[in-house]
């Protein structure tokens, strides 16, 4: 069974400008979460997509956007990046049929922001 | 208020202690709850979900009060390998996969030789 897998791991960018995370979700899993972990802070919920439909979002700005694909992998896009957005970006995915099934994290992405 | 609140930690051991960690939640209504154990940079992973009934896994217990809305986690026995920092979660749905889980800031712990 595969697990969930992030790209990149690492990234650098600049004040004002947009980045694009990617996940691949475990083999079988229809739903995708994902989270921002500040340093020093536990993971922030910034919103879950199921079947290509965003299900659910945290109190994140519009400029935190997503999408997922008939292969339920996904993306995570952040428009107009600001010093605060550098952290570790998880996702995670699920199959919420499975009935008791907590998440289980991609390794992340850090991302900075100069 | 935090919707979860943890102790603020660190918390420094040495091997073989038994160390407690406490967690309050807010909304009555949570349905599911568990612990997750991160090492330093790395992704959180699944410790154990917390029943209502207290649930043990070798060395670790969790007990859930939803009266009193306390989670706490018991580390017997400590080795060297569980430094980390461990997270206590609340989700508003059962099964702990569907819509936000919400995450304490977390407590370090250290265990020395």
């Known amino acids: 069974e595969t697990g969930v897998t992030q790209s990149p791991t690492h990234l650098i960018k600049t004040r004002g400008q947009q980045v694009t995370l990617r996940c691949s979700s475990q083999s079988g899993h229809n739903t995708v979460s994902w989270y921002q972990q500040a340093l020093g802070q536990g993971p922030q919920f910034i919103f879950q997509y199921y079947r290509e439909e965003e299900n659910g979002r945290g109190n994140f700005p519009p400029r935190f956007s997503g999408l997922q694909f008939p292969n339920y992998s996904s993306e995570l896009n952040v428009n107009a990046l600001e010093l605060d957005d550098s952290a570790l970006y998880l996702c995670?995915?699920?199959?919420?049929?499975?009935?008791?099934?907590?998440?289980?994290f991609g390794n992340g992405t850090r991302l900075t922001v100069t | 208020r935090k919707e979860v609140e943890q102790d603020p930690g660190p918390f420094n051991v040495p091997e073989g202690a038994t160390v407690a960690f406490n967690c309050t939640y807010s909304n009555s209504a949570s349905q599911s709850f568990f612990w997750y154990r991160q090492d330093c940079r790395k992704e959180p992973k699944l410790l154990m979900s917390v029943y209502s009934s207290g649930n043990e896994d070798g060395r670790f217990t969790a007990q859930l009060n939803r009266a009193s809305q306390y989670i706490s986690l018991l580390i017997r026995d400590s080795k060297l390998s569980d430094s980390a920092t461990y997270l206590c979660v609340v989700n508003m749905n059962y099964g702990g996969s569907q819509g936000n889980l919400i995450f304490g800031k977390g407590t370090k712990l250290s265990v020395k030789p």
């Open positions: 995670a995915s699920s199959f919420p049929g499975q009935g008791y099934s907590p998440l289980h």
